[in-house]
């Protein structure tokens, strides 16, 4: 993920930003410090799709706040919600719901730089699916376990993510957001061939997809 990207995390809604509460520069330092401090070890391999629902698993993984050789594990899923039909005033870009408790604390430049990427509209939600588990190792021996795991199984779905504890929403975020932006290009490609197939239009095997026509559907 470029810095670019790292600056860009998540769209909030105009009426939300103006209820939002100004947060102390504490906790924006500590949302930037956990973002930074992510690292993706594994994510989906395939796009997002473009309509409808996708749960994806992740494994997330820190240091234990006390003990050096035990590390934190936290299993969930990612549940990713797409609109069917994308209506007139519908914003642009995910909206982080439940299971994402530091969204305040997002610095308001990041909210603007967010904006402007014209990324497909999605509500996003994290839920645990086990207890959080402690294992016994140091958190890169635990991860090197774990996507050793994964490779022998041939897992393509499950994300694995090193982040900090109590940062961990932070970190999922920014998963969440890195595969929003790899799907991205395909996805809008997608949409826009849905409504020229509803009003009958036909589409060249050569056309593409402009940046106009990506600014008039997000604007």
């Known amino acids: 993920m470029t810095k670019a990207d790292e600056s860009t995390i998540l769209f ?10 100004k947060m102390p520069e504490f906790n924006r330092e500590k949302f930037k410090e956990f973002w930074r401090k992510t690292e993706v070890i594994r994510e989906y391999q395939r796009m997002l799709y473009t309509f409808g629902d996708m749960e994806l698993p992740y494994v997330f993984a820190a240091e234990h706040s006390r003990f050096r050789d035990r590390t934190v594990v ?12 994308l209506l007139p005033g519908y914003y642009s870009g995910p909206e982080f719901k439940g ?9 308001p430049e990041a909210v603007y730089l967010f904006r402007t990427m014209g990324l497909p509209y ?9 207890e959080e588990q402690i294992e016994y190792g140091s958190l890169q021996n635990v991860l090197d376990e774990f996507n050793r795991q994964m490779d ?11 982040g900090i504890l109590d940062g ?16 991205a290009p395909q996805n809008v490609k997608e949409f826009f061939e849905h409504l020229r197939k509803q009003r009958g239009e036909p589409i060249r095997p050569d056309e ?10 997000f604007e």
């Open 152 to 162: 022998e199984q041939e897992n393509a779905e499950t994300g694995l993510i090193k």
């Open 208 to 217: 593409k997809i402009t940046d106009e026509d990506i600014r008039r559907l």
């Open 99 to 107: 299971g994402f408790e530091h969204t305040n604390a997002i610095p």
């Open 12 to 21: 909030v809604s105009k009426r939300r930003v103006k209820k939002k509460r």
């Open 74 to 85: 936290r299993k969930g899923i990612i549940l990713f919600q797409k609109p069917h039909i």
């Open 168 to 183: 961990a929403d932070v970190s999922l975020m920014r998963y969440s957001l890195g595969l929003i932006i790899k799907s």
């Open 122 to 130: 999605s509500h996003i939600t994290n839920k645990l699916v086990a």
